[in-house]
Nanobody, 122 residues
Framework: QVELVESGGGLAQAGGSLGLSCAVS????????MGWFRQAPGKEREFVAA????????DYRDSVKGRFTISRDNLDNRAFLQMNILKPEDTGVYYC???????????????WGQGTQVTVSS
């Protein structure tokens, strides 16, 4: 069973930065697409960003383009999400997930972490 564990969440002021990390239990993660999703209070979980298995291709939701950067380290079995110029609307629980193909549909992601809270104050 593949396990994903997020870390790095916390509190930041608007305009600040936070970095999230996702540790994966299995080396086979290098075959998977890694994605980040988030869920704000009272809202549906939404796609944030994804990176291909090799790291060559990335995808972002429009509202985070130019501010967030997704990356991965296949030697260390980790994925990352660097979040800059944070806004209060970025507040939510951030989840790391793994899938067999690139996409924004969370139904295609087979493995999920427990989530880490990100709170951005204005």
């Amino acid at each position: 069973q593949v396990e994903l564990v997020e870390s790095g969440g916390g509190l930041a002021q608007a305009g600040g930065s936070l970095g999230l990390s996702c540790a994966v239990s299995e080396p086979t993660v290098r075959r998977f697409v890694m994605g980040w999703f988030r869920q704000a209070p009272g809202k549906e979980r939404e796609f944030v960003a994804a990176v291909s298995s090799t790291g060559d291709s990335t995808d972002y939701r429009d509202s985070v383009k130019g501010r967030f950067t997704i990356s991965r380290d296949n030697l260390d079995n980790r994925a990352f999400l660097q979040m800059n110029i944070l806004k209060p609307e970025d507040t939510g629980v951030y989840y790391c997930a793994a899938a067999s193909m690139m996409g924004r549909d969370q139904r295609t992601y087979n493995y999920w972490g427990q989530g880490t809270q990100v709170t951005v104050s204005s």
